[in-house]
């Protein structure tokens, strides 16, 4: 699915992969071949290693055994993308790959749609002053749940 559009005078081009997400690299290399002028990339993903509902931005890096991830890699020949992580939390009584691929409940389903609608001051100052100044400003350090855009006056 695409969908593109422009944002404070930067087109922007939104692309959710229909491949299985293990695949995810083959949807992201034919995106950025068609549009070869694609300059900037944010992959948002999921990850177990944060707590529910808890957002950061990441500038390439380790790819945290994540498949999705880890084919995006391999298609760039590269680990040094952007990225938005949405925290889904580790299941302690459940097979990973059972939890990742079955509905969450109605609770965490919400408290992820909410952290989505959070990210989006975030996804703004990426898209005007870089990845850095997303982590530096939306990365909150020891909270559950990250509310982008207040707790940014924060000390902590």
Do not use: C
Not at 13 to 25: D, I, V
Not at 75 to 88: E, K, M, V, W
Not at 96 to 115: I, R, T
């Amino acid at each position: 699915i695409l969908g593109t559009g422009m944002y404070k005078g930067k087109k922007v081009l939104l692309a959710k992969p229909q491949t299985y997400m293990n695949l995810s690299g083959e949807a992201v290399i034919q995106v950025l071949n068609y549009y070869d002028n694609i300059e900037e990339l944010l992959i948002i993903h999921d990850d177990l290693d944060l707590a529910e509902g808890t957002i950061r931005f990441k500038e390439g890096g380790g790819l945290a055994g994540h498949n999705g991830l880890k084919s995006i890699a391999f298609h760039l020949h590269s680990n040094d993308f952007d990225r938005l992580r949405i925290g889904i939390g580790r299941p302690e009584f459940q097979k990973v790959v059972n939890y990742v691929l079955e509905p969450f409940s109605k609770e965490k389903q919400e408290l992820l749609d909410q952290a989505i609608k959070d990210s989006i001051p975030g996804v703004e100052t990426w898209l005007e002053e870089g990845v850095q100044k997303a982590m530096n400003l939306y990365n909150q350090k020891n909270t559950q749940k990250n509310n982008l855009g207040k707790n940014e006056n924060k000390k902590e």
